[in-house]
């Protein structure tokens, strides 16, 4: 079955940096378009990030220029390196990816405080 586990979150203050990574089993990783989402407390789940198969990245504006999302096809694995991280950007981070039907991962707690 389809499988994606994200690692990587912590607490970190803010201007620091994180880098999270999303596990992907049971598809061919390759082919697919990945994507990193959030959820902060109270508010809706959203688009961070996208990169095609070919390597082709999408931004959301809030974190154009700090965030970089890649992928390792050999590792089966897609990253999300967070720089100058803002308190706002204090979330639950999910890593995405969409067939037949949409597969999340179980999320990773990304808290930015001082």
């Known amino acids: 079955q389809v499988q994606l586990v994200e690692s990587g979150g912590g607490l970190v203050q803010p201007g620091g940096s994180l880098r999270l990574s999303c596990a992907v089993s049971?598809?061919?990783?390759?082919?697919?378009?990945m994507g990193w989402y959030r959820q902060a407390p109270g508010k809706q789940r959203v688009l961070v990030a996208t990169i095609t198969s070919g390597g082709s990245t999408y931004y959301v504006d809030s974190v154009k220029g700090r965030f970089t999302i890649s992928r390792d096809n050999a590792k089966n694995t897609v990253y999300l390196q967070m720089n100058f991280l803002k308190p706002e950007d204090t979330a639950v981070y999910y890593c995405?990816?969409?067939?037949?039907?949409?597969?999340w991962g179980q999320g990773t707690q990304v808290t930015v405080s001082s």
């Open positions: 995405n990816v969409k067939l037949i039907s949409t597969y």
């Open positions: 049971g598809i061919s990783f390759r082919v697919f378009t």
